[in-house]
């Protein structure tokens, strides 16, 4: 299923209204943020050229071989092909990229339309190329650096004015696939065009939130990022708190990646924070707070000793090759007094006791400075320091509050920016708590807080609105009216209809908005009642249609597991065929009604979920969506028409004369072996996409395509009729999938009870124990799907794999 992924493609380039076009990228320099810059620029289509050095030991000899000239440019294709998590949406995305070096193929970035700089962090180097590429690119074509830490004005230095107006910086954060941010940084010669095409290109064609940033250093997100960690780091000696205790307190409990401070930083690499932070301190002598960016003594042990994280096997954490009784690696921590490795601790703080029940990030906030433990002190104290800071770092890294918001959320990962934070206990409190640290509040706080306001951020008839420094007033965000928002319609109208499982929401012009909101957006009782009701309101009263999508992290992880396992142990056979019966008719009803329904789909979309976008009119899928039917792993088949659905797009997929037997191997192993697309794009070849379905690379823009999706749809749309004409092969196709599940466990890729379960899948592919092939209905194909996962709801070692997934969130081969 090639042809979708072509055609997204080229969407993604042809609808660009702007003047420029870009075509083809060069990116000059292959180390892991050139090499997946280079991979993201395929990823949407692009043709990218990836130069990096020639190898300065190579002998007379192995200096004529293209071969070892191209060894260092070479070694990065290969690391990109084999980096997890993937740089690419696809393997085969990887033909879009060309390799050489700078001193054989440099003017081949002559038909480039944008060079990005991606070399080593020196200045007389990245000079040195600035040099060679205004020699050989084309008048007009955008030339860009990815530095962290060097002037932008500086590059620039000696170079042409066509030069100096294309010219910036282009910040991406590493990996340049998965995280969000593109901070965009002018010097005063660049053209107000160039800014103004980055700014939309960031967004809408790479996927990224693009924050305009001051050419000072460090920029944003780094700039405040680092000062966030420095400070915990700094508070974590002064409260005599852990390692363990402090990565527990710092994220999820307060909205950030629950990797926590340290276990960030030795991911990130102690080497590459310490050079941003020696930067910071020397480069800014006007920051009030330049002594949080003091290392703390453990941090020197660390650098003395090359103990870099995870890049040189250890940090603030050690893995040990020593295995516990579960068969899990032994991981040691740092005693921040004794400097010595001892095994992790548990956490026990009564301040994590307090806020583990509460749902709401702004609850645990506020819950937090209200407890007086040493973990409570550590958040208050923290994001006093940030208030402060933050709020005196404008005008001098930006002109707006919400710049630096959407820095920290996309560059760093956290749920709200620094003034979010700040709303969450309001602005007054903020500064009570910041000048209770001895911290100084920026004056235009002071003014905000004297004109009786309270808060940073304040939703008008649906639009979020920013407080304005430099009027003093409330103003409309920008960008976000073109982003499907719920939590700002759920601020401003009621809901066409709710239940406590499902809402929909008026979207305007005629469309509905079905979101889940159940746990993790699990499809039950609640989510099946909204998706009939929301569809029965749409034809009866003349809207023009659905989309089904949620602005959470996670589109659904599937059916409600729980809702199966009870009906189950219980053997309540009944009820569990007519749930099963619901959910299929449910699926069939997102096909067959009236009026055109879309999904629009983000993060995972797994076993219910991945059966409800592919019974949808069509899909909206984010790249970033992770798509699979995986009910094998808890010992089921897709039971809401997911295997229905491959038979019928099986038979969909034959031709006169064709060798059908392949097609339908193929579908068989993709259920059997429960595989999930980690990626849209990947999900074309799998067949949970087809046709009729389309990629957004910005995650934010789904639910708005959706709609536009169902608006095009509208005007003449057709109800389907139910498909009776479904080509099975019965015995024929019986005897090659038993054949294909038997070849599975021979390779140990299954248990026999995985056996027993694509045994199942292939009795429903093959339409049954039919004589030969025939016509069949989509009805007769959801019976005997329902059949086969009623039966295999009996099966002992079904229960004990649901159990463990309810236990552990993790699947069990037995």
């Given amino acids: ?279 910071i301190r020397t480069r800014c002598p006007h920051d009030e707070q330049a002594n949080a960016f003091e290392f703390p003594e453990y941090t020197k042990f660390l650098e003395e000793n090359k103990f870099y994280g995870d890049k040189s096997g250890q940090g603030f954490y050690k893995k040990t090759k020593e295995r516990d009784e579960k068969g899990r690696r032994i991981t040691l921590a740092l005693d921040l007094k004794t400097l010595e490795y001892r095994p992790k601790q548990r956490v026990k703080l009564a301040s994590l006791d307090a806020v583990k029940n509460i749902d709401s990030l ?21 994001l006093a320091g940030l208030f402060a800071y933050v709020s005196n770092r404008i005008p001098e890294i930006s002109d707006n509050l919400y710049s630096i918001d959407d820095a920290l959320r996309a560059g760093f990962a956290w749920n709200v920016g620094p003034f979010e934070y700040w709303d969450m206990v309001g602005a007054k409190a903020g500064i009570e708590a910041a000048e209770k640290e001895g911290q100084k509040v920026a004056q235009w706080v002071h003014d905000l807080v004297a004109a009786g306001n309270d808060t940073f951020y304040k939703l008008e008839n649906g639009v979020n609105h920013y407080w304005d420094i430099d009027s003093k007033s409330y103003q409309p965000v920008p960008g976000v009216d073109q982003f499907v928002i719920l939590d700002n319609i759920r601020g401003t109208q009621k809901p066409v209809y709710e239940n406590p499982e499902a809402v929909a929401h008026d979207l305007g012009d005629g469309v509905l908005c079905l979101e889940f909101r159940s746990k993790m957006n699990s499809i039950g009782e609640g989510v099946l009642n909204g998706i009939n ?73 797994f076993g219910g979920g991945c059966e409800t976008i592919m019974h949808c009119d069509a899909a909206v899928a984010a790249a970033e969506s992770y798509i699979g039917l995986v009910e094998v792993g808890v010992g089921l088949i897709p039971g809401g028409g997911g295997t229905k659905e491959f038979a019928l797009r099986a038979s969909d997929s034959f031709t006169e004369g064709d060798v059908q037997i392949p097609t339908l191997i193929e579908k068989f192993k993709t259920i059997a072996m429960a595989s999930v697309a980690t990626s849209a794009y990947e999900a074309f070849g799998h067949g949970y996409l087809n046709h009729k379905d389309s990629v957004v690379v910005n995650t934010s823009r789904n639910i708005g395509e959706a709609k536009k999706k169902v608006l095009s749809m509208a005007s003449g749309y057709s109800q389907p009729a139910p498909r009776k004409d479904i080509h099975v092969l019965g015995r024929t196709g019986l005897g090659a999938l038993y054949v294909a599940g038997h070849s599975l466990k021979l390779g140990n890729y299954a248990s026999e009870h995985d056996i027993k379960i694509a045994n199942k899948i292939a009795y429903v592919l093959c339409g049954g124990d039919l004589t030969g092939p025939q016509k069949v209905s989509e009805q007769y194909l959801l019976d005997i799907e329902r059949e086969a996962f009623l039966s295999l709801c009996g099966e002992q070692k079904t229960l004990e794999r649901i159990q463990h997934m309810l236990q552990t969130n993790k699947p069990l081969r037995n």
């Avoid at 700089?117 to 074509?141: N, P, S």
């Avoid at 170079?159 to 590493?174: E, L, M, P, Q, V």
């Avoid at 939309?200 to 944003?220: E, H, Q, S, W």
């Fill in 362 to 382: 702004g609850g645990r906030i506020r819950t937090f400075f209200k407890q007086d433990d040493k973990g409570a002190q550590l958040v208050q104290r923290s």
């Fill in 533 to 605: 009701e929301t569809i029965n309101i749409a034809e009866s009263e003349g809207w023009n249609g659905v989309v089904i999508g949620n602005n959470a992290e996670h589109f659904s992880v599937g059916a409600n597991l729980m809702m199966i396992a009870m009906m189950a142990y219980q053997q309540e056979f009944e009820e569990l065929n007519f749930a099963i019966n619901a959910f299929q008719q449910t699926m069939m009803k997102c096909r067959y009604s009236g009026i055109p329904v879309v999904a629009a789909t983000q993060g995972y979309v």
């Fill in 1 to 279: 299923m090639e042809m979708p992924v072509k055609e997204a493609e080229s969407k993604t380039l042809s609808s660009n209204k702007m003047s420029r076009r870009i075509k083809k990228v060069a990116v000059l320099g292959s180390g892991v943020m050139g090499a997946g810059i280079a991979a993201h620029f395929a990823n949407i289509g692009l043709d990218v050229l990836m130069l990096d050095i020639v190898p300065f030991n190579l002998s007379d000899e192995e200096k004529k071989i293209p071969a070892k000239r191209n060894s260092i440019v070479n070694g990065a294709m290969k690391a990109l092909l084999k980096s997890k998590p993937a740089a690419l949406y696809n393997k085969d995305f990887a033909k879009r990229i060309q390799v050489g070096n700078f001193d054989d193929d440099m003017e081949k970035i002559s038909d480039a339309d944008w060079v990005i700089e991606v070399v080593i962090e020196r200045l007389d180097i990245k000079k040195q190329v600035f040099e060679k590429v205004e020699k050989h690119r084309k008048t007009g074509a955008l030339v860009t650096s990815n530095t962290s830490s060097i002037p932008i004005h500086l590059m620039a230095e000696g170079r042409s004015d066509d030069f100096k107006a294309n010219f910036c910086g282009t910040h991406f954060f590493n990996p340049p696939r998965y995280l969000k941010l593109f901070e965009v940084i002018p010097t005063p010669d660049t053209s107000k065009e160039v800014v103004d095409f980055l700014m939309n290109y960031g967004d809408v064609y790479l996927g990224k939130r693009t924050v305009l940033c001051k050419d000072t250093p460090a920029f944003i997100a780094n700039r405040v990022g680092v000062y966030a960690m420095a400070k915990i780091q700094q508070l974590t000696a002064e409260l005599d708190l852990t390692i363990e205790e402090v990565d527990k307190l710092t994220g999820t409990p307060i909205g950030r990646p629950r990797t926590g401070v340290f276990r960030l930083g030795d991911l990130v690499g102690h080497d590459t924070s310490a050079k941003v932070v020696e930067v």
